[in-house]
């Protein structure tokens, strides 16, 4: 089944030449199937790619996918066009009395600043109170998974000495868990952050769970069921080339970065890199879309009741 999106969006033609199932509302509207609802708040600066890489995942499973796309009310992003942003997203004040089958929240580039530091953040607490009453399973990722982790059981975030950054083996630390149903014993993902959350910290915190996590990276994917909902800190979602776009911009700019670690054949920058972790992104997100439709009320007013 497809995912349902607006015909005019750019991720509507760049999933269509890949393959993706896509529909336009107007194509939705003639099947007699109540699709599940997920909104994206996109705190991305990049936000057509953010929403491709997103769209792209849970645009590929057998369920009819109704995307809306979120910003915050007041952040004004300098990166995306205006237009765009007006025609395709929503501030948060104008959706926070619906209800959501999904919501995922993005990272953001922010990782330097305390989270009160943060100019939007108390717009934020209030959609992860929101989450409670208005949505049935939340997926935060990257910076969005440690606001969420901080907001409701005060784990910290801590900077790291160098940045984290490159394709890392994680250990598939609950084989059983729905959310890793197909998993491998391990797995690569693509890491890209200066900041880390600790196991013991998070080991200390009631009612969590990690799923995934790796010796050279610390703990990846977490489950919070209290929360209904689950974090990760790093980023299945890339695209074959984001961590060499990454890369090429710090050395443009005259950054101190290191070559991504176990991204380019034998390390060499000048060689194509390689797609490791496609599979399992799907997989993943299949997955959470999956435990999303087997529980949420087919009444979507119920969420929350």
């Known amino acids: ?44 600066p990049k936000k057509i790619q953010t929403e491709n890489q997103f769209a792209r995942l849970i645009g590929a499973t057998p369920l009819q996918i109704d995307l809306t796309l979120i910003r915050m009310s007041e952040h004004q992003t300098k990166n995306t066009a ?28 922010i990782e330097h600043l305390a989270f009160q530091d943060v100019t939007y953040w108390e717009e934020l607490r209030e959609v992860m109170d929101w989450t409670q009453t208005n949505v049935h399973s939340t997926f ?26 490159g394709c890392f083996r994680h250990r598939n630390l609950a084989p059983a868990s729905p959310y890793l149903r197909g998993f491998s014993d391990d797995c690569v993902i693509p890491v890209s952050r200066w900041t880390e959350m600790r196991q013991d910290e998070i080991d200390a915190a009631s009612g969590l769970r ?15 069921p209290g929360h209904r909902a689950i974090y990760i800190f790093n980023h299945f979602e890339y695209d074959s080339d984001t961590l060499k776009q990454e890369y090429d911009r710090d050395v ?37 879309l999956t435990e999303v439709y087997q529980d949420t009320p087919y009444d979507i007013d119920a969420i929350g009741t």
């Not at 205006?82 to 580039?109: C, N, S, W």
């Not at 440690?146 to 801590?158: C, E, L, P, R, S």
Request: include cysteine; charge should be negative.
């Open 1 to 44: 089944m497809p995912i349902k999106i607006p015909a005019d969006l750019p991720a509507y033609d760049v999933l269509t030449r890949e393959g993706v199932m896509v529909m336009d509302p107007d194509q939705a509207a003639r099947q007699d199937i109540r699709p599940l609802r997920i909104g994206l708040l996109n705190l991305m």
């Open 82 to 109: 205006a237009e765009h942003m007006a025609e395709f997203y929503r501030p948060f004040q104008d959706v926070k009395h619906e209800k959501f089958d999904g919501l995922i929240i993005t990272g953001a580039p």
């Open 140 to 165: 935060g990722v990257c910076w969005g998974g440690m606001a969420m982790i901080n907001h409701f059981h005060g784990v910290k975030k801590h900077m790291l000495d160098a940045k984290a950054f």
């Open 210 to 224: 990690t799923l995934l996590g790796s010796e050279e990276a610390g703990p990846c994917l977490v489950e919070d």
């Open 252 to 288: 443009a700019a005259g950054t101190p970065i290191n070559v991504p670690m176990n991204y380019y054949p034998d390390d060499d920058p000048s060689r194509t890199p390689l797609n490791r972790w496609r599979s399992h992104a799907h997989l993943l997100y299949g997955n959470w």
